[in-house]
T-cell receptor, first 114, second 112 residues
């Protein structure tokens, strides 16, 4: 199993450009989430999905879109990049088994918006 | 909304000293999870606590969940250089609220 994979690992954008961060998992997990991590801010939830076709907003959803057409993939779209979106983005997947819901994180995408 | 506070933000210790980080939630939690992130890496799950007053141990790490299910702590005995990293708590709300709220983390550095 590859676990949770994210592409690209690094990306530099200019203000106003759009792009999609890719996330895929091969563990057949129902739940997937996107977080951003900024210095001193911890991990903040952007969007999450509880299954294919179902998504919902997290704590900081503005400027981002998601969709979940398959169980495996959960792409994050930046509609018009802004310098405030410079951050490290982590995708995570999880499932619930006997009350345990471990989050498995991908390696992250380091995004810089100029 | 649900808030999870974690202190301290930073902790520097000499190798062999103990370390504790504390987590407090504004609301009652259904469970609390702890993660470790090495510098430049991604968060890795350590443990989940579910029951009121629960205590779990993993070698030198001791995790506690408060009686009211609103606070938690992670204690490391006799720190080693391999313990370096940021420790995050994450609280899941009750009911059908799936959202997991992370604390801001405690960065632990260990002087050999």
């Amino acid at each position: 199993n590859a676990g949770v994979t994210q592409t690209p690992k690094f990306q530099v954008l200019k203000t106003g450009q759009s792009m999609t961060l890719q996330c895929a998992q091969d563990m057949n997990h129902e739940y997937m989430s996107w977080y951003r991590q900024d210095p001193g801010m911890g991990l903040r939830l952007i969007h999450y999905s509880v299954g294919a076709g179902i998504t919902d907003q997290g704590e900081v959803p503005n400027g981002y879109n998601v969709s979940r057409s398959t169980t495996e993939d959960f792409p994050l779209r930046l509609l018009s990049a802004a310098p405030s979106q410079t951050s490290v983005y982590f995708c995570a997947s999880s499932y619930t088994l006997e009350g345990t819901d471990t989050q498995y994180f991908g390696p992250g995408t380091r995004l810089t918006v100029l | 909304g649900q808030q999870v506070m974690q202190i301290p933000q930073y902790q520097h210790v000499q190798e062999g000293e103990d370390f504790t980080t504390y987590c407090n939630s504004s609301t009652t939690l259904s469970n609390i999870q702890w993660y470790k992130q090495r510098p430049g890496g991604h968060p890795v799950f350590l443990i989940q606590l579910v029951k009121s007053g629960e205590v779990k141990k993993q070698k030198r790490l001791t995790f506690q969940f408060g009686e009211a299910k609103k606070n938690s702590s992670l204690h490391i005995t006799a720190t080693q250089t391999t313990d370096v990293g940021t420790y995050f708590c994450a609280g899941r709300g009750g009911g059908s609220n799936y959202k997991l709220t992370f604390g801001k983390g405690t960065l632990l550095t260990v002087n050999p």
